[in-house]
């Protein structure tokens, strides 16, 4: 993993090479209890309703603990897929997707990702699918 580092007057922020993520990396998402649905999380938890993008954690930066203590309580369970399944198999799976996934830390949560791209319903069933859930409360 490459780190850069930057000064913002007394301030030092890492920026990682966004194309450094590993295919065996997962990317956490917190799932609200009206998208958890027969134990795991309906495909509707993966639409974007973030015009930015779709709202992940990048496991090397953070734990499935961590992730979901930055939510309220709402949130009951971390969800996670792979790099590779998003990198590769939706492409495999689907001629026109074209997404990406880029780190961007925020003040609070430093492991903050976006997956960009349009997410469409078929693909937003694959990672309902594939999903695993990894922690619940």
Avoid at 2 to 16: A, E, P, Q, R
Avoid at 49 to 72: A, F, M
Wanted: proline share 4%; hydrophobic share 35%.
């Amino acid at each position: 993993m490459t780190l850069d580092y930057y000064y913002l007057g007394c301030l030092m922020i890492d920026v990682i090479d966004s194309n450094e993520f590993e295919p065996d990396d997962e990317l956490f998402r917190a799932v609200k209890s009206m998208f958890y649905k027969n134990n795991g999380p309906h495909y509707t938890a993966f639409y974007s309703r973030n015009s930015d993008g779709l709202s992940v954690d990048w496991s090397k930066l953070t734990t499935p603990e961590q992730s979901l203590s930055r939510h309220d309580e709402t949130y009951i369970c971390m969800s996670s897929v792979s790099v590779e399944f998003v990198q590769n198999a939706i492409k495999e799976l689907f001629d026109h997707a074209d997404l990406c996934i880029v780190h961007e830390p925020t003040d609070i949560n430093p492991a903050h990702c976006l997956i960009k791209g349009q997410i469409t319903q078929g693909m937003a069933k694959q990672f309902a699918r594939v999903c695993r859930v990894v922690l619940t409360r």
